[in-house]
C-alpha cells in the first residue's frame, strides 16, 4: 500500500491475474484460452496465474486434455463448486461461490491437502476469518459489491474489504469480479494479491488477450510498499 515515507518501505510485487471465465459465454471459446494464456505469459509482466472455470453446463467440454493444457503454461485451473468434476480432470483447486462453513468442511475432508481451496467470503468479517484459520487458500472478496448500509453493521459483521483483509491477514486475498480496469486499479491500490477479472470484461473473443494485456500493464505500474521488517 502507499505511503510517504518511502524510505522504510520495500516495493510490493504487482497483483498476479485470476481470470474467472464462464462456459455459457461463447465469445472466448475453449481452443482459444490456450492461446490467450501463451500471449499473455509472453509480455514483460506476466502475472497470469489461476483459472477459474464456471461450469454450469454439464454437457460443456471441459475435459483433462483443456486442464492439461492450461497447465502446461505454469497457469492454475480451478473449478467452481463441483468437487468430483475437479478430481476427474485433475484440476488444481476448487473455488466455493457461498461462504457455508459446512460445504467449506466437507471441500476439506474430500480434497488433498496439496489442492487450492478457495472461498468467496460474502457474509461477514468474522466468517471470513474462521475460513482462513481452518486453512482455506485465498479468501475472495467483491469490492465492488457493498451494499451502504451494511456499513452500520457491527465491525466484524460486516463483509470484509481489500484493505481491511490484507492488514491483518496472511492469507492471500482475491479481489473479485473486476469489471473495468478502473476497478482493477482501485483493488491494486488496497493491496490485493490476485485480480479476479469477471467474464464479461475480458471474455471478448479475439480482443481478450489485449484486454487483459492492458489492464496488467497498468496495474502493474501502481508502486506499492511493504512495511519493513
Not at 500471449?39 to 460443456?60: A, G
Request: proline letters at 5%; glycine letters at 4%.
Amino acid at each position: 500500500m502507499n505511503t510517504t515515507n518511502e524510505t522504510e518501505l520495500e516495493l510490493a510485487p504487482p497483483p498476479q491475474i485470476y481470470l474467472i471465465m464462464d462456459l455459457s459465454l461463447t465469445k472466448t471459446p475453449l481452443d482459444d484460452i490456450k492461446t490467450i494464456a501463451k500471449e499473455i505469459n509472453t509480455t514483460e509482466f506476466s502475472p497470469l496465474s489461476s483459472l477459474l472455470i464456471k461450469q454450469n453446463d454439464p454437457n460443456s467440454h471441459c475435459s483433462k486434455e483443456f486442464v492439461k493444457g492450461i497447465q502446461a503454461e505454469n497457469i492454475a485451473v480451478l473449478i467452481e463448486d463441483n468437487v468430483p468434476l475437479a478430481k476427474t480432470i485433475n484440476a488444481d483447486g476448487i473455488h466455493l461461490s457461498d461462504d457455508d462453513e459446512d460445504i467449506f468442511k466437507a471441500a476439506i475432508e474430500t480434497l488433498s491437502e496439496d489442492v487450492i481451496i478457495g472461498i468467496k467470503a460474502k457474509q461477514s468479517r468474522h466468517k471470513a476469518m474462521i475460513f482462513a484459520e481452518e486453512g482455506c487458500s485465498y479468501v475472495a472478496i467483491n469490492l465492488f459489491d457493498q451494499d451502504n448500509h451494511q456499513r452500520e453493521l457491527e465491525e466484524f459483521e460486516r463483509p470484509p474489504e481489500i484493505n481491511w483483509w490484507v492488514s491483518l491477514f496472511s492469507t492471500p486475498c482475491v479481489a473479485w469480479d473486476i469489471s473495468s480496469t478502473e476497478q482493477a486499479v482501485e483493488a491494486t491500490k488496497q493491496g490485493a494479491d490476485f485480480l479476479g477479472l469477471a467474464p464479461e470484461f475480458w471474455q471478448q473473443g479475439e480482443n481478450s488477450a489485449k484486454i487483459i494485456d492492458e489492464c496488467v500493464k497498468t496495474t502493474s505500474a501502481i508502486e506499492r510498499y511493504l512495511p519493513a521488517l
